[in-house]
């Protein structure tokens, strides 16, 4: 069955430095996925997938992620956090009957 | 596009009484999903729809919940009787499968029963 895990309940970092949050994968096939942002009182938003192609893939708000097959990973990155940032990540694969898995999320803090 | 829209935003109940939450999903959309988010269990998929026929419910916590799309453009999920478990954000999501397979959600409703 598909899967994702998101090892970290919270990442902290300083404004101006290089986020990552992480992500890995358990499929069977190729995978579908994606990252989310939740604001607090929000929903869920779309911020990027993978689907096929390159293995870098850049989205929403100067974030991107980066497919690494060998790892089975999808890890998050921005080159320059900010602290509007400072929200819910979630990682998500879409299964073989459509449908999205969520990670348990992981959220970001970044200080000023 | 007004996005996925969701009613009421806020909703305070007694134990015991019933409870609707409505969702207007995306037009043409033809995927629609309940999720449930709390602290301790995180993000649940409750039940879903394709084309407002009701695919998987096999996380629908108990006989009190239940959903249903009468149409393309509106669903509901309901509670009877509600408990205070049952506080939490329920949030409503469509999809099309002609498109880039991303959900988008609504703004959610913030239940508390007390």
């Known amino acids: 069955a598909q899967s994702v895990a998101q090892p970290e309940d919270q990442v902290n970092v300083a404004e101006g430095n290089p986020l990552t949050v992480k992500c890995t994968y358990s499929v069977s096939g190729n995978p579908y996925l994606f990252w989310y942002v939740q604001y607090p009182n929000r929903g869920l938003q779309f911020l990027l997938k993978y689907i096929t192609g390159d293995n870098l893939v850049k989205g929403s708000y100067g974030f991107e992620a980066e497919f690494n097959k060998s790892q089975t990973s999808f890890h998050l990155k921005k080159p320059s956090a900010l602290v509007s940032d400072s929200a819910l990540y979630f990682c998500?694969?879409?299964?073989?009957?459509?449908?999205?898995?969520f990670g348990t999320g992981t959220r970001l803090q970044v200080f000023p | 596009d007004a996005g996925v829209i969701q009613s009421p935003r806020h909703e305070v109940t007694e134990m015991g009484q019933e409870v609707t939450l409505r969702c207007k999903p995306i037009?043409?959309?033809?995927?629609l999903f309940w999720y449930r988010q709390t602290m301790m269990r995180g993000l649940e998929l409750l039940i879903y729809?394709?084309?407002?026929?009701?695919?998987?419910d096999s996380g629908m916590p108990e006989d009190r919940f239940s959903a249903k799309m009468p149409n393309a453009s509106f669903s509901t999920l309901k509670i009877q009787p509600s408990e205070p478990r049952d506080s939490a954000v329920y949030f409503c999501?469509?999809?099309?499968?002609?498109?880039?397979?991303?959900?988008?959600f609504g703004s959610g409703t913030r239940l508390t029963v007390v």
């Open positions: 729809f394709n084309n407002n026929v009701p695919i998987d």
């Open positions: 999501a469509s999809s099309s499968t002609a498109r880039n397979y991303g959900y988008t």
């Open positions: 998500a694969v879409r299964d073989d009957t459509d449908k999205l898995i």
């Open positions: 037009s043409g959309h033809d995927y």
